[in-house]
Every structure is written in structure tokens, then in C-alpha cells.
């Protein structure tokens, strides 16, 4: 793995079990992270070690991306436990802040094909151990970092 | 082809009636098991008690290209979700949607989507008579310590200054047209602005010459 | 090499901007979690650059900024903040140097202001750098403490800096207090070590 050197600006949508691990490695290794959630408790639950941004609010409002500075990320992470939002959220980020690379969380198996047509990168937690999944978004954030560079 | 309501509470009921009044086959998805169940009993439609974001339920109803899908849920986000579901499985080339925050027209319009803007339609009417309300309280806080009042004079059918211009109203002295409210707009009058049945006139008097002033225009 | 102090009672993001400023700068940051104990750490050392938030629990970021200035301490401070109104912006201008820096931002924007705030204070040190020397040199009473004044804060903008203290010796001399000059002397070659003095070379060091 590179070093990445917060030059690469990564948005978080949801900071539930994998939005917050997720995070907190990302800002381990080096990235530039903003987490967004609409609960403010749910960010009580971030280790002592992050070292990033937080906003409060629904990422389905424009406002909201705005305020994380959505326009300037390399990577969006979108996370959260329903699918239209993870969808919705994904394409307003690709087609309105344009959002070079999307990753997002499908929990129903059977959305796959919808967001895969639609350029979006996807991981499932059903399909994938929690352990690869995390390797399928390091892969995909070493190809935004050689994009990148 | 058939037309597919999905979501909503009162909105599909009156849209399903009119629609199975011309002939058209209509198909009523819902979550709300109470709604559907009334639904079954009132409407001759095809009700499906589910989820329309789950393409399972979707498949029940077997959607081909020329159907044509409204969306009438209360979130945008469904809405497009559902949207994007029928264009991608089953090809279908018309979808209308509620569009309940109008900041996200461009992403529906994008993937061809098309949208009612239910608060543009709401603002658009209001928004004439919020400026009325402002125009008129303005005026009365602007004159009432002044010895002056605003007086608010209707022109109906009847009226003897209908298509008539102002210049030729022979108004009695101190009174002084401000504007003309009609339909949607505020009017700035000039001399030979003509007045229209339905029109209402905001007028500036003295204080005590109301009553002369809407006896002036109801001769 | 720059010092640099980080406060922020967000530990999150005072992690974040100790971790970017230590890359960028080759520095190690200290912190603070709030104005109050950065107030307590500005007391006992002397900082190149300060970056505070305005929204702190406690004491908030611009009464900090106030009570830094009062204290005679001319640090640039860098506000970061979420959100900062422009009655914010118009009060703590008086207070400067200073600039603002928004959340979330990324590592280039901080670097950008952070060099631009070291650049105003090397440009402002040397303005106060031909002030003091000019005072120095005039004869009119009166103006040797104005010279004391403006090395005093000379001393504050750039603590590390042998110029203030090469100052110093020559305005004690003039004042005719021998010994105390000889020790600013001592303190400046000791600081200077490619032993320039201070008319010498255009350039001053701000690393």
C-alpha cells in the first residue's frame, strides 16, 4: 500500500458498524475523511485514533453534501442500511458534485445489478466476509490513490 | 399497458378512479395493508399490498416497456430508486414522479424521469398572494400614523369602471389608486391602465373617507 | 522547522491537523483542548503559528484570540471553523495576523494558508525589523521605547529569531546598559548560527 498522505479526500455516508470501521481505517492510513450521519451519537462510537471530519445530517440533501465538501473528494463510501438511499446518495454524488469513484453498500442482494449499470462500485455484506469486503474497498481506493497520482 | 400507482395515500385514489373511468387498467402498489384492504373493496384496480422498491414485488405485476409508472411515495429518494428499478428491469419507457424537493429535479430529469414539482406548484400560488399581503401591509403601517388608510375595492361584472382606464375613473380628492390586483399579479397603474371585471383595487384615502370611497365605486 | 499549536476541543479533528501540519511542515504539532489551556501552554512558549477554533466549550475561539493579543503574544492565528459568521469575521480581523480556514477542508488548503499566514508574518517582521531600526537611530526622545515596543512584539512574531535580540543590545547600548546588552548579544550569536547578524543578508529565515 502506498502512502497516501491525506492528499485524497474520501466522503463517508453512514457511521453504523461498516461506515465506522471503514473511517477509521481510511484516516489510519493516511486519508483525507469526512463521515457523515444524521444521527450525532452514532459518532460517539468513533475510536479515540480518528483522525477526521464529522457532519451531522442526511446526505440525501444537497446542503448536506455541500457542507462535507463533496465536490472536492477523490472517493465517496456510501454505507448506510437502506438501498434507495445508498443509491440515491451514489448518483447525486457521481452526477452533481462529480465524484470521480463510488463505492457503495447494497444489503439487498438483488439491487446489485442496478447499481453496477449504473457505474457504481458495489459491496455487499451478504455476499462478502467482512474481511474482503474490506479488501474490495482498499483495492478500490488504491486505484483512486494510482489514478490519482 | 397499464398504469402502475406506487405509494401515496389519498393522491392514487381519486387518480386510479379517474383513470379506470376512461378505460385505462390501473395497478395500485402499497405498503399500508389498511389502505390496500380499502382499496381492494372501493377500486376496480388490481391492488398489491408491498414493498414498490423491492424489485420481488415488482416482478408480481409483470411491468413491460409501455406501461406507464407514477410515483407518489414521500421520499425523492424512493422515488428515483423505484424509477431507475423499472427503467433498468423492465425497460420502461415512462415514469412520472411526485417531486417533493425540487432542488432534485436535475437528477431525475438526467435519467429521464419525469417530475411534479408539488412545492413549486403550491409556491407558485401563494407566492402572489404573500407579495399582495406585503404590498398591502406595508402600505398600512407606511400611512396609518399619516391620516391615511388603505381600502380594498372589488370591480365586479356590473361595476360602472369595468374597461374603463384610470384617467377617466373621476376619483373624489385624496384618493389615490396603489395598485390592482389581478389574478396572479400586482399591477403598478399608469392613467390609461384599463380596469377588468374581477380586478381588486388597493386604494390610499384619508383616514374617516372609507366609506366615500367604496360608495364612489359601488354606484 | 516551525511550532506549532492545535486547538481544538474536537479530538478528531485535532488529530487530523496534527498529523497534516507534522507532514507538511516537518514539525510536531502540541495541542490543546481548550482556549484556556492554550492560553496556560502560550504563557510558557512561544508558537510560529496558532490554529483555533472559534466554536470551543468554554472560552470561545475570538476571546482567545483577544486574550492572546492582550498577553502582547502576535502569533498568526489560523481560525478553522465550520461555520463563521461575518460578525465573527469582522471582530477577530482587528486581532490579526490572522485568516480562516473552513471545515472539513483538505491537506492543500491548509498548506496554502498556513505558508500564507508564515509569509505575512515574515513580511510583517521585517516592516517592524526598518521600524525598530529607524527608531533606533533617530535621535528624538521618546523613541527608543518606541523601538523597545516594537521589538517586544518582533520577539512574540518570531521567538526563535536572533534579530530581535541583535536589537536589543544596540538599543541597551545606546540606554547605556552595558551587561544586559552583552547577554542579548550572546543570545543572538547564540540563535544565529551562520552568524549573519541581521543587516546583512535580505532574506530572513522563517523555518
Known sequence: ?149 | MKIVIIGGERVPYFLAKKLIAEGYNVYFVNKDEALCNEYSRTLNAVIVNGDGSSKKTLDEIEIGPDDIIVLLTERDRKNFFIARLVQEYYGVRHVVTLLNNSENEDIFTRFGIRTLKVTDLIMSNIEPLLFENQVVSELESETSNRGATVVRVSIDWGSKYARLPISRLELPEDVLIAGIVRKDQYIIPKGDTVLEPGDDLIVICKIGREMEVLSHFSE | MIDVLVVDDERHVRTLLIKMISNLFECSPKEADSAEEALKICDKERFDLITADIKLSGMDGIEFIKRLRLRGIFTPVLIISAYATPEDIAEVCRYGPIDFLAKPFTQDELRKKVKGLLDLKKDTFEKYLREAEGFIHSNLSGDLDKAEQIIRIMFSLMPSSPIPHYLMAELLEKRGNKELAQRHLSAAKALDVEQRGYRRGEEIDTD
Open chain 1, 1 to 149: 500500500m502506498t502512502r497516501i498522505n491525506y492528499q485524497f479526500y474520501v466522503v463517508v455516508v453512514g457511521c453504523g458498524k461498516i461506515g465506522l470501521e471503514l473511517a477509521t481505517r481510511l484516516s489510519s492510513i493516511g486519508f483525507n475523511v469526512t463521515l457523515i450521519d444524521k444521527n450525532p451519537e452514532s459518532f460517539e462510537k468513533l475510536p479515540e485514533d480518528y483522525g477526521g471530519f464529522t457532519v451531522i445530517g442526511d446526505a440525501t440533501e444537497r446542503e448536506i453534501l455541500e457542507r462535507a465538501k463533496a465536490g472536492k473528494a477523490d472517493l465517496l463510501i456510501v454505507t448506510t442500511e437502506d438501498d434507495a438511499t445508498n443509491y440515491f446518495v451514489s448518483v447525486v454524488g457521481a452526477k452533481i458534485f462529480g465524484i470521480p469513484n463510488i463505492i457503495s453498500l447494497v444489503n439487498n442482494r438483488e439491487n446489485i445489478p442496478l447499481f453496477e449499470r449504473t457505474g457504481i462500485k458495489v459491496i455487499s455484506p451478504v455476499s462478502l466476509a467482512i474481511e474482503s469486503f474490506e479488501h474490495s474497498i482498499l483495492e478500490g481506493v488504491e486505484q483512486v490513490a494510482g489514478g490519482i497520482k
